[in-house]
Structures are given as C-alpha cells and as structure tokens.
C-alpha cells in the first residue's frame, strides 16, 4: 500500500474525527508500534465515547451478521451479537455514545471482512441499525511492514476514508513530554531520533524500538536508578543493540550538574561537552523547568548551541502551554529563528 499523502499521528487524530463526523469510518493504517491503538483511546476519551474494542482477527462472520435463528412462524432471522450498541439502547452512564473500533481489520479472513460492510457503511448489524451515537472506526497494518495482512478487496477499499500514519520524530517528542515518559528515555531519543521507530520488516531481532516498546521501556526504567536497569530487560522490551545503547546512554545521568545550581548559578554552572550528556540535560532541564525559572535556565541553556537549545524550548512549551506568548520566552528563541526548519518553528513559537 502506497501514497503520497502519509500524516502524523495528530494529523490522523483530526482526519479521523473530520470523516467520523462526516459519517464516514476512517481506517488508520501504519506500520505496528505507532499509536493507531491509542489514536482511538484519545478519540474515545475527549468525546466520552464507550469504546468497544473488537480485534477483527479474532472474530467470525457471524459475529458481524447475527447468528441465523428460526422464529415461531419458520422463517430464519439473525440474532444481533451483544458486542454491539443497537437502536434504542440506552447509553451507558457517564457517556455519551461509544466508539465501535475494528482493529486488526485488514487481518481479518475476507469472509470477516465482507461482513464487516455493513457496520462499516451503514452502520448496521445484519437487520438491526447501530445506535445512532456510535461511532465505527477501523485500523490495521501497511502490507509492506510484513504483517499479518489479507488484500482488502475494492468493494470494502470504497468504503473506507483511508489515513496512512507515518513517524514524526517532533510528534513523537511532544508525545514523550505530554505522557510524562521517563526523563532518560526522552533524552536517549533526543539524542537517536532514528531509534524512536527502528523497524525494518525484515528485521530477526525478538522486538523492536517504536512508540509503544518505548513506553514499555518508560514504565520499565521509571522507578529504577540507572545503575539498576537490567540489559536483558532492556533488550527484551527495543532488541539486543539499541538496549545496549539505552543502558550505556543511562550512566550520563549519574554525573550531571544539579538543577537548583544551575539556576544559583547559570552562566558558570559547567556544560558538558559530549552530546549525549548535553541531550541529557536539557531532558533533565524540561523535566524540572517552572515558567519563573525561565531566566535563570535560559541563561544556561543558551551557553549550548543550538541544536541542545531547540528541544528545550520546544520541549518547556509543550509542558508549560501558553509559555509561547511570555516575553521572556519570546526573546530566548529569537535568535533561534535562523537555525529552524519550518516544523522546527512551529513546535518552539
């Protein structure tokens, strides 16, 4: 599956809400690892939508047309699954619908996925309609990432609003910062950006690094000194070689200069010279930063040059919304201005 119009992942967040609202079903697909699962969490969540989660691999025709029963008078019906919310049943408390979310949708049979057209286009399970405040959403993997995936037909294809999800380095950052991941994971990333979605389809390691092993990874290390972290664990959660480099990148945390002296002192405070220190740092520096500190860190961080200054600033504005029209903030990253790609711009300004 090929296009040329590849989006982030907030970018499919509002695509997907646009055709939703449209009546439309959007279908998220991207490589695994890149939040299509968590995309309708947070769809689900700011709409106080019910999700009802339904892995379309592990399901049955049946399940999607109602099992064929005889009534009083002979005449066959399908009796309508449980699984879904139908017209005229009441909304669950504290909701104000639900979101039906197909997973794993393009690795269902064909049989599966035929029976999927009408819940997908007419909202409808066999004879009984969906409620009306049910949304349908759909996901599944891109063909050329090796996953377990059946071609969809072009009869299914036309019935479908189709969002390729593709990975945003700066996305995934401002991600990292929002979900509050572990302070080293952050800072091994903004040093290797390449590792924030390191998979090859082709790969023969056990795992591989991504957005959701790199979380795995957050929630392992949060509560653990570094000198604690565990290799095989480490391995086991991003593979062999690039644990291997989170667990040597982890020890630039033991040696770096404290928080309240950088701001007693910030223009002789020492700087480290390696980048991986330096990265640690200013993920330490976003971590700990308050909007009243803003002169005395910036004093620091601007004796860092430019490529350690972006991510803070980019990364203290996505902790500290609303800090972009402060003053003091402004005049810290104007002279930044020059060294920005127009993405870069937007993630500080």
Same mark, same amino acid.
């Given at each position: 599956?090929?296009?040329?119009?590849?989006?982030?992942?907030?970018?499919?967040?509002?695509?997907?809400?646009? &055709?939703?609202?449209?009546?439309?079903?959007?279908? +998220?697909?991207?490589?695994?690892?890149?939040?299509?699962?968590?995309?309708?969490?947070?769809? !689900?969540?700011?709409?106080?939508?019910?999700?009802?989660?339904?892995?379309?691999?592990?399901?049955?025709?049946?399940?999607?047309?109602?099992?064929?029963?005889?009534?009083?008078?002979?005449?066959?019906?399908?009796?309508?699954?449980?699984?879904?919310?139908?017209?005229?049943?009441?909304?669950?408390?504290?909701?104000?619908?639900?979101?039906?979310?197909?997973?794993?949708?393009?690795?269902?049979?064909?049989?599966?996925?035929?029976? !999927?057209?009408?819940?997908?286009?007419? *909202?409808?399970?066999?004879?009984?309609?969906? *409620?009306?405040?049910?949304?349908?959403? !759909?996901?599944?993997?891109?063909?050329?990432?090796?996953?377990?995936?059946?071609?969809?037909?072009?009869?299914?294809?036309?019935?479908?609003?189709?969002?390729?999800?593709?990975?945003?380095?700066?996305?995934?950052?401002? *991600?990292?910062?929002?979900?509050?991941?572990?302070?080293?994971?952050?800072?091994?990333?903004?040093?290797?950006?390449?590792?924030?979605?390191?998979?090859?389809?082709?790969?023969?390691?056990?795992?591989?690094?991504?957005?959701?092993?790199?979380?795995?990874?957050?929630?392992?290390?949060?509560?653990?000194?570094?000198?604690?972290?565990?290799?095989?664990?480490?391995?086991?959660?991003?593979?062999?070689?690039?644990?291997?480099?989170?667990?040597?990148?982890? @020890?630039?945390?033991?040696?770096?200069?404290?928080?309240?002296?950088?701001?007693?002192?910030? @223009?002789?405070?020492?700087?480290?010279?390696?980048?991986?220190?330096?990265?640690?740092?200013?993920?330490?520096?976003?971590?700990?930063?308050?909007?009243?500190?803003?002169?005395?860190?910036?004093? &620091?961080?601007?004796? +860092?040059?430019?490529?350690?200054?972006?991510?803070? &600033?980019?990364?203290?504005?996505?902790?500290?919304?609303?800090?972009?029209?402060?003053?003091?903030? @402004?005049?810290?990253?104007? *002279?930044?201005?020059?060294?920005?790609?127009?993405?870069?711009?937007?993630?500080?300004?």
């Amino acid at each position: 599956m090929t296009t040329m119009y590849s989006v982030d992942i907030d970018q499919a967040y509002n695509i997907a809400v646009d &055709y939703m609202q449209a009546g439309i079903t959007p279908f +998220l697909t991207s490589s695994p690892g890149l939040g299509k699962s968590a995309t309708a969490w947070k769809i !689900a969540k700011d709409f106080n939508l019910k999700l009802i989660d339904i892995r379309l691999s592990q399901v049955t025709s049946a399940d999607l047309m109602g099992l064929p029963m005889r009534n009083d008078q002979g005449r066959f019906f399908f009796a309508p699954s449980t699984m879904f919310p139908y017209e005229g049943d009441p909304i669950p408390d504290g909701y104000d619908g639900w979101l039906l979310f197909f997973d794993e949708f393009n690795s269902a049979a064909k049989s599966v996925q035929a029976a !999927a057209y009408q819940p997908v286009l007419d *909202h409808a399970v066999g004879q009984m309609k969906l *409620h009306e405040n049910c949304m349908v959403l !759909a996901a599944g993997n891109l063909s050329t990432d090796r996953a377990i995936v059946t071609q969809q037909g072009t009869a299914m294809q036309s019935r479908l609003g189709h969002i390729t999800i593709e990975h945003s380095e700066i996305k995934f950052m401002e *991600h990292m910062i929002r979900a509050n991941f572990d302070v080293r994971v952050r800072g091994f990333i903004d040093f290797l950006p390449q590792y924030g979605h390191n998979f090859d389809p082709d790969h023969s390691d056990r795992t591989f690094s991504c957005p959701r092993t790199l979380e795995f990874l957050s929630d392992y290390v949060k509560n653990k000194k570094s000198e604690d972290v565990s290799i095989a664990a480490v391995a086991g959660l991003i593979s062999d070689g690039v644990g291997s480099e989170f667990v040597t990148y982890i @020890k630039e945390y033991q040696n770096l200069p404290r928080y309240g002296d950088i701001l007693k002192n910030p @223009k002789s405070e020492r700087v480290p010279n390696e980048p991986a220190t330096c990265f640690a740092v200013i993920s330490m520096l976003i971590d700990k930063f308050e909007k009243p500190d803003i002169t005395f860190v910036g004093d &620091y961080v601007d004796r +860092l040059s430019p490529e350690f200054q972006i991510p803070f &600033y980019r990364g203290i504005k996505v902790r500290n919304p609303g800090i972009e029209k402060d003053p003091k903030y @402004k005049a810290r990253i104007a *002279h930044l201005t020059r060294f920005l790609t127009d993405s870069e711009l937007d993630a500080v300004a």
